[in-house]
């Protein structure tokens, strides 16, 4: 019902930086928080930034200072420029989002595919 595209990944040096997109459509009436996620081998996902439909943003103590969430509401789409990217970065970064869905106005988390950030010299 609701499909979430991600692009924007791929391999970068250190001190590099990469923009992730994560555009969702389908049977959409509003989108509550968006966010980012990454996921490494062994360990557990964890959450890099997430935005509420407010503007309200939070961020992992990681990647404070170096990441920055946004998102236009008007395109349904949610990036995060990641600057000053440290090899501890590299994983994959996978979009959820929070919708209410039109029609029957439930409620739902839907995940993207996940993109591979690799930050490497």
């Known amino acids: 019902q609701v499909h979430l595209v991600e692009s924007g990944g791929g391999l970068v040096q250190p001190g590099g930086s990469l923009r992730l997109s994560c555009a969702a459509s389908?049977?959409?009436?509003?989108?509550?928080?968006m966010g980012w996620y990454r996921q490494t081998p062994g360990k557990q996902r964890e959450l890099v930034a997430a935005?509420?439909?407010?503007?309200?943003?939070n961020y992992a103590d990681s990647v404070k200072g170096r990441f920055t969430i946004d998102r236009d509401n008007a395109k349904n789409t949610v990036y995060l420029q990641m600057n000053s990217l440290k090899p501890e970065d590299t994983a994959v970064y996978l979009c959820?989002?929070?919708?209410?869905?039109?029609?029957?106005?439930?409620?739902?988390?839907?995940w993207g595919q996940g993109t591979q950030v690799t930050v490497s010299s």
């Open positions: 959820n989002t929070d919708v209410t869905l039109s029609r029957t106005y439930y409620r739902r988390q839907y």
């Open positions: 389908g049977s959409i009436f509003s989108i509550n928080a």
């Open positions: 935005i509420t439909s407010g503007g309200a943003t």
